[in-house]
């Protein structure tokens, strides 16, 4: 919507800082980036006017959590450190981890989901697509009576993998409804239950090995804390 006030209600909070990086936490609910509609209640809109009108560059995501997705997110300060960035990505060497809350009890405590995905929304799917590989490994940490709280590693960078991953093994993720759906599942939560909780990578500028983590928000945590009997 053009005329749509930015999302202010509080500061993105900072995780992370140096000459070149910022790391935010990202609260779920909010796109990174704006949509073919011109949302301006975007991440990237919200902490520029927040933390860069006076600094002579913009803030530019190095990498993207979807809508739902809470926790940490890298961004460039300026294109240049952007495009640096970028390139790390591409060699695979930046680790991302993800705290997930899956439906149902997994087979495995540990493992690696292997399967093709498709890079775009479900709704696109062709018939006969292959799709792309996607790898995710993961481990348990809690396993309750109906869910089990999993650390989760994608090895590969596919649009939404790892909601698609876990639902195509039987256990989609609390609140999933995208992969899933919703009313076959007696746990309810307001949206997929993830959460980017650690980054870790070589700055390209400073070439110091960086570690970054984001604890788990208030939602996932009441979520927990109601349910995990």
């Known amino acids: ?37 011109c949302e301006k209640n975007t991440l990237v809109n919200i902490v520029n006017h927040q933390y860069a009108p ?9 990498h993207r959590l979807d809508r739902e997705t809470s926790g940490a997110i890298l961004f460039a300060k ?32 540990a493992g690696e989901l292997r399967s093709r995905v498709l890079d775009f929304d479900q709704k696109k799917y062709r018939k006969g697509s292959a799709g792309q590989w996607a ?25 939404n993998q790892i909601r698609i991953q876990f639902s195509e093994i039987g256990h989609p993720l609390v609140g999933e409804r995208k992969y899933a759906r919703g009313r076959d599942y007696a746990l309810k939560f307001r949206r997929a239950a993830l959460h980017a909780c650690a980054l870790e990578w070589t700055q390209p500028v400073s070439h110091k090995r960086i570690h970054v983590t984001a604890d788990l928000p208030d939602d996932m945590e009441v979520f927990i804390a109601r349910n995990g009997n």
């Open 78 to 109: 300026g294109k240049q450190c952007q495009k640096l960035m970028m390139g790390v990505f591409q060699k695979r060497t930046v680790i991302k981890k993800y705290i997930a809350l899956v439906q149902g009890r997994l087979s495995k405590a």
């Open 1 to 37: 919507m053009q005329n749509e006030p930015l999302f202010l209600r509080k500061p993105i909070p900072v995780l992370y800082e140096d000459e070149s990086y910022i790391v935010f936490d990202k609260p779920a609910g909010l796109l990174v980036i704006p949509t073919p509609q």
């Open 135 to 159: 790898i995710t490994r993961y481990r348990m940490l809690q396993q309750k009576r109906v869910f089990g709280i999993v650390e989760v590693q994608p090895l590969t960078g596919r649009t």
């Open 54 to 62: 006076s600094q002579g560059w913009r803030l530019h995501p190095c």
